[in-house]
């Protein structure tokens, strides 16, 4: 394990978790709700301190905001919240734009491809949204440092990216690497990988694309240097389970490899 990177197992859910702590770089999983609901997907935020300033990645709607804000206010004011990242469109990622720019200064970082469904969500201020070309790029934090955005189109948006910290070498994969826990089964860091893959199995085979997908971001990915992944749903990756996800990933059958199954 690198240098600043912990995870203890007798993580506190509810409060959350520092991953990666290096004294002036905190990469940090803010926990869930207390209590498990029925029909809810139970999802993943994550806030990366650098040197006083914050970047949140994928905060999401209103069901969780008074939790993610309770959270991030731990660690960081609000008003140092410089930068939120959203993977891709959807509900559980963004629809609480509105909420988070009314309480933090930041700039909004998405798909140029999701821009102009952003009024939808009740957000109409296009000059804190900073579009994403297709090939990714990277987000520039004040300190000197800086996240790259890893394009992961069609995985399972359209339109979506990654986010890797070069400093904690945590890589952020929004919907990618995602499980559905059973009620009451639910927990924070991958033990055994052999039963997590049968909660990723279902989610990957219908939501993402396609196998030859999957190998196009591989051959992106792999030359990074992964301590964990941290995905949007279901458990983080810790260093010893992550050359095993990429090899289920790079022959996972997805989406339109399955077609007859869907229809
Ligand atoms: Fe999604
Ligand atoms: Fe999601």
Known sequence: MAKGVSAADDVDIVKGEVLYDDGTHRFIWLGWEEH?????????????ENKGTGILLDPGGIHVFPRVVANTSRY?????????FFSHQDPDV?????LWLSVTPAKIHLSKWWVRFLPHYGMFDMS????????????QLSSGDSLELIPAHFLHSVANF??????????????????IFPKGGRYPFVKDFDSHIRL?????KRYMASNSVCRKY???????????????HGAIFKKEHVKRFWDWFSGLRCGSDIINEIY
Request: glycine share 10%; net charge negative.
């Open 36 to 48: 498990e609901e029925e029909g809810l997907v139970q999802v993943n935020q994550y806030l990366i």
């Open 76 to 84: 960081i004011d609000l008003g140092r919240i410089q930068h939120i």
């Open 94 to 98: 963004s629809s609480g734009i509105a």
């Open 128 to 139: 804190r949204i900073v579009p994403i070309e297709d090939n990714g790029g990277r987000i």
């Open 162 to 179: 990654h986010v890797y910290d070069p400093k904690s070498k945590i890589l952020f994969t929004g919907d990618l690497g995602a499980a």
């Open 200 to 204: 990723m199995e279902g989610f990957h």
């Open 218 to 232: 591989m051959d992106k990915v792999l030359k990074y240097d992964i301590e964990m992944i941290a995905p949007q």
